[in-house]
């Protein structure tokens, strides 16, 4: 959690997070939901529900995205990992993995074409667009992105769903088995491109 503090009367903008007094020891898992082999299964569930006919439809699984270019193929790589358990699963015509960089202009901007010129081509003659977000909850802003454009899609993030709650137990059971590491770093965010750190503070 964090704080944007107002500098100068308002003409710029500095970081702040808060710092909370606790005795409490905290312990960091370096695995997030993109890597959670349990969200394959999830992303089977979420196109299964939405598909009538594989063999015509194409599954974009749209994620949020980072703004630095070399997080971002990493966001892309493990996502597509999970989307693997789609392709294994389910014949589809393909299965893409893409990330809108909202938060970030120029990224989204190119990164929005792309998407669009995927929907737009999956859904021409009788094929069909499917549509699923990687995001914990809700579509987010991909009903802008995709005005206009033919797909289907529930709207449904990765909740809610079983899988989540077996990836929370069992970071639970890793985190006593002392398998994270802890405490946690006071610089965490100190490695973090400039714009993600910036990001993770108001999310």
């Excluded at 100068?8 to 409490?24: K, L, P, Q, V």
């Excluded at 137990?169 to 490695?191: C, K, N, S, T, Y």
Aim: no cysteine; hydrophobic share 40%; aromatic share 6%.
């Amino acid at each position: 959690m964090g704080a944007m503090e107002d500098e100068g009367g308002g003409h710029g903008m500095s970081m702040e997070y808060w710092r909370i007094d606790t005795d409490a020891a905290f312990a960091m898992s370096d695995e997030g939901l993109a890597q959670a082999p349990e969200m394959g299964e999830v992303l089977v569930e979420r196109a299964r529900a939405l598909s009538e006919d594989p063999s015509s439809e194409s599954v974009l699984i749209l994620a949020h995205g980072p703004g630095d270019d070399a997080e971002n193929q990493r966001w892309i790589e493990w996502i597509d990992a999970r989307a693997e358990t789609v392709r294994e699963a389910i014949a589809f015509r393909e299965v893409r993995v893409e990330t809108l960089r909202e938060d970030w202009p120029e990224a989204r901007e190119v990164a929005q074409a792309r998407i669009r010129g995927f929907v737009a081509e999956a859904s021409e003659g009788e094929g069909t667009a499917i549509v699923i977000p990687y995001r914990v909850q809700g579509f987010g802003p991909y009903a802008e992105a995709l005005e206009g454009l033919d797909y289907v899609s529930s709207g449904r993030g990765l909740l809610p769903s079983v899988e989540v709650e077996h990836w929370v137990r069992r970071q639970i059971a890793d985190m006593q088995a002392g398998e994270f590491e802890a405490p946690l770093a006071d610089d965490v965010h100190a490695e973090a491109p400039v714009e993600d750190r910036m990001h993770m503070s108001h999310h």
